[in-house]
């Protein structure tokens, strides 16, 4: 039997893509016109209804199980230890860090119920860890926005995600 022992040779040499800093707004696609119901989304704030340098408040919490966060991972096959190996993080494997981001997206439809989708991602900071039992709520801060065609317009927004405090009742997120 042959027992493999190399190592994949981007350890030696990652393969980083270069990627513009932001997204143009005239690289953006347009959308299907057909209107929304706000019946079956419950919202009724439109691209006009969103200025800038407003704060949206997502409310929602969630708490994060050892075993939700432990699928996600696998889901998108990361395999490392510090996920995984209780007895290597002593009691406390870190969650996959697109985890709180994807919450945090879904959170986000308390307030952007409209939405037709992410059309791009300039950056992500993963600043401070998470493990399981952290509960997990955000707010989106509208950066800009831009009409790009009649009735469709595309908004920068930062989503942040914070841990273990309700960002509504924090006065030192300016």
């Known amino acids: 039997m042959k027992i493999r022992r190399e190592a994949t040779p981007f350890l030696h040499e990652p393969a980083i893509p270069k990627m513009a800093a932001s997204v143009a707004v005239d690289q953006l696609l347009e959308h299907p016109s057909e209107p929304f119901s706000v019946d079956a989304t419950g919202g009724t704030f439109f691209f006009e209804d969103y200025e ?12 994060i199980n050892s075993s939700d966060h432990m699928s ?7 395999t490392a230890r510090v996920h995984f190996d209780s007895r290597a993080t002593d009691g406390n494997p870190l969650v996959y860090g697109g985890l709180p981001l994807s919450l945090g997206y ?16 300039n950056a992500d900071t993963h600043a401070n860890p998470v493990q399981a039992e952290d509960t997990l709520y955000s707010f989106t801060d509208v950066l800009d926005r831009a009409e790009i065609f009649e009735h469709q317009g595309a908004l920068r ?18």
């Open 52 to 63: 800038v340098g407003e704060r949206i408040f997502h409310i929602d919490g969630t708490t």
């Open 72 to 78: 996600f991972t696998r889901l998108y096959q990361n």
């Open 106 to 121: 879904a959170q986000a439809f308390n307030g952007i119920e409209n939405r037709l989708g992410i059309a791009a991602i």
């Open 157 to 174: 927004l930062r989503l942040v995600v914070v841990k273990n405090q309700q960002p509504i009742d924090n006065s030192l997120l300016n």
